[in-house]
């Protein structure tokens, strides 16, 4: 894609503008726990936490697609706790709950993965109290940060924003329910994918996610 008819250069960029965005839903003294949703979420929120001096981590959370159909997702989950479905793709696709359990263990297995590659034995930093910004490059259904988000509100947060650079609008109608605050840079009306607004949206790996980290 050309620059010319993107919105972001690279998620690094998009990082940047999100980042002043964010910076502007704080109190002058709120240091804020910042949660990337990887992959593609961390070298955005990489920005966002250099901008408002802010501790970094991750969240994982995994897409749950209809069979057959990687690009759709129909469900989540996050770290701890139940699948959370999109009830309306399920009828979509003439899908049920139950239909999906083994599509279900194989994304926690995956979120068990990630987790010990990005974090080791050690848990998600203490957000109990504190003001927590969850990150990532785009949002097209929101389903999976929707996992994010409700897992993360269960341990206690004294504010959860949710925070993309661009998103569909209807996303960000859904999620406003499980944020208090969506913040974005752009919601367009012609949203079709997160990847058309970036110039370079290469796909991330573990090993880039691993260097993102390693300059906290």
Same mark, same amino acid.
């Given at each position: 894609?050309?620059?010319?008819?993107? &919105?972001?250069?690279?998620?690094?960029?998009?990082?940047?503008?999100?980042?002043?965005?964010?910076? @502007?839903? &704080?109190?002058?003294?709120?240091?804020?726990?910042?949660?990337?949703?990887?992959?593609?979420? %961390?070298?955005?929120?990489?920005?966002?936490?250099?901008?408002?001096?802010?501790?970094?981590?991750? @969240?994982?959370?995994?897409? $749950?697609?209809?069979?057959?159909?990687?690009?759709?997702?129909v469900g989540a989950v996050a770290e701890d706790g139940p699948p959370v479905f999109d009830r309306r793709a399920l009828a979509r696709w003439g899908l049920t709950e139950d239909g999906l359990a083994e599509v279900v263990e194989r994304e926690r297995a995956e979120v068990r993965r990630r987790v +010990?590659?990005?974090?080791?034995?050690?848990?998600?930093?203490?957000?109990?109290?504190?003001?927590? %910004?969850?990150?990532?490059?785009?949002?097209?259904?929101?389903?999976?940060?929707?996992?994010? &988000?409700?897992?993360?509100?269960?341990?206690?947060?004294?504010?959860?924003?949710?925070?993309?650079? %661009?998103?569909?609008?209807?996303?960000?109608?859904?999620?406003?329910?499980?944020?208090?605050?969506?913040?974005? $840079?752009?919601?367009?009306?012609?949203?079709?994918?997160?990847?058309?607004?970036?110039?370079?949206?290469?796909? &991330?790996?573990?090993?880039? %996610?691993? +260097?993102?980290?390693?300059?906290?």
């Amino acid at each position: 894609m050309a620059l010319g008819t993107a &919105l972001f250069a690279d998620r690094a960029a998009a990082g940047r503008a999100l980042a002043e965005r964010v910076a @502007a839903h &704080l109190a002058g003294d709120e240091r804020p726990l910042v949660l990337a949703l990887p992959r593609g979420g %961390v070298p955005v929120a990489v920005e966002v936490a250099r901008r408002t001096g802010g501790d970094l981590d991750v @969240a994982v959370a995994r897409k $749950v697609a209809a069979p057959g159909r990687p690009e759709v997702g129909v469900g989540a989950v996050a770290e701890d706790g139940p699948p959370v479905f999109d009830r309306r793709a399920l009828a979509r696709w003439g899908l049920t709950e139950d239909g999906l359990a083994e599509v279900v263990e194989r994304e926690r297995a995956e979120v068990r993965r990630r987790v +010990r590659r990005y974090r080791g034995d050690r848990p998600v930093r203490a957000v109990a109290g504190r003001v927590v %910004v969850v990150v990532d490059d785009g949002l097209a259904t929101g389903v999976t940060a929707r996992a994010a &988000l409700r897992w993360l509100r269960g341990l206690g947060p004294r504010r959860l924003l949710l925070a993309v650079p %661009v998103c569909s609008p209807p996303a960000a109608e859904d999620l406003a329910g499980d944020a208090d605050t969506v913040v974005r $840079v752009h919601a367009p009306a012609g949203f079709r994918a997160v990847s058309q607004w970036y110039a370079d949206f290469t796909q &991330l790996t573990d090993a880039d %996610v691993d +260097r993102a980290l390693g300059g906290r």
